[in-house]
């Protein structure tokens, strides 16, 4: 099992930039995939950044170009760069870890099985 503190939720503007941490404790090695994943108000879960382990990071559409996830293994610390931030960026943010199978999706929720508790993140325009 994993166990994650997030980290750098904040009451941001319109266009600026934000870096949410998440630092896991227990046996990572037994997962191949973390991820960041956000639910906006009266929204479903939505998986926005994913980083496979042995390949190149996979994001949502909804998102590229202006999120960036990076994980620092020696400081156990899985990063999500967010940049020009807009309104609909509002959301609570999780980190996930789970262990991928093949032809999963990366940004499913069920690829995952360790959960953070959320950091909040709201835009104003």
């Known amino acids: 099992q994993v166990q994650f503190v997030e980290s750098g939720g904040a009451s941001m503007q319109a266009g600026e930039s934000l870096t949410l941490s998440c630092t896991y404790s227990g046996y990572i090695y037994s997962r191949n995939i973390m991820a960041w994943f956000r639910q906006g108000p009266g929204k479903e879960r939505e998986g926005v950044a994913a980083l496979v382990f042995t390949a190149a990071p996979v994001y949502a559409d909804s998102v590229k170009g202006r999120f960036t996830i990076s994980r620092n293994g020696a400081d156990r610390t899985l990063y999500l760069q967010i940049n020009n931030l807009k309104p609909e960026d509002t959301a609570e943010y999780f980190c996930?870890?789970?262990?991928?199978?093949?032809?999963?999706?990366?940004?499913?929720?069920?690829?995952?099985?360790?959960w953070g508790q959320g950091t909040q993140v709201t835009v104003s325009s």
């Open positions: 996930a870890a789970g262990w991928l199978h093949p032809n999963m999706d990366p940004l499913n929720v069920l690829s995952y099985l360790d």
